[in-house]
């Protein structure tokens, strides 16, 4: 079991940074795929990126390459998403997940195959 849990989140202005956390309990965190994911109002849930459990292979939707970054740090158990040059267009609740397949690596933006979810946490971008 791993719970999962997000921060960073809140309002920003277009042009600007955020940088979210995701706190991952349990011991085995380094066995997971991390992935982000985020849903805007009336929206489907979409793939923002995705890490392998050793920190590499990122993988980004395309609207925000350049701009996200992924990153895990394996001994805080803390995967994170700094977004910067932020749009309003990235307006969601953010969510990370864990995936113990290494299917993750090869469909990261599948989510039906991640195991765990955090609660999310809200971004918005003003214009």
């Known amino acids: 079991q791993v719970q999962l849990v997000e921060s960073g989140g809140g309002l920003v202005q277009a042009g600007g940074s955020l940088r979210l956390s995701c706190a991952a309990s349990?011991?085995?965190?380094?066995?997971?795929?991390m992935g982000w994911f985020r849903q805007a109002p009336g929206k489907e849930r979409e793939f923002v990126a995705a890490?392998?459990?050793?920190?590499?292979?990122?993988s980004y939707v395309e609207s925000v390459k350049g701009r996200f970054t992924i990153s895990r740090d394996s001994a805080k158990n803390t995967v994170y998403l700094q977004m910067n040059s932020l749009k309003p267009e990235d307006t969601a609740v953010y969510y990370c997940?864990?995936?113990?397949?290494?299917?993750?690596?090869?469909?990261?933006?599948?989510?039906?195959?991640?195991?765990?979810w955090g609660q999310g946490t809200q971004v918005t971008v003003s214009s």
């Open positions: 349990g011991r085995t965190f380094s066995s997971y795929i």
């Open positions: 890490i392998s459990r050793t920190g590499g292979n990122p």
């Open positions: 997940a864990a995936c113990a397949a290494a299917y993750c690596i090869l469909v990261p933006s599948d989510r039906e195959k991640y195991d765990y």
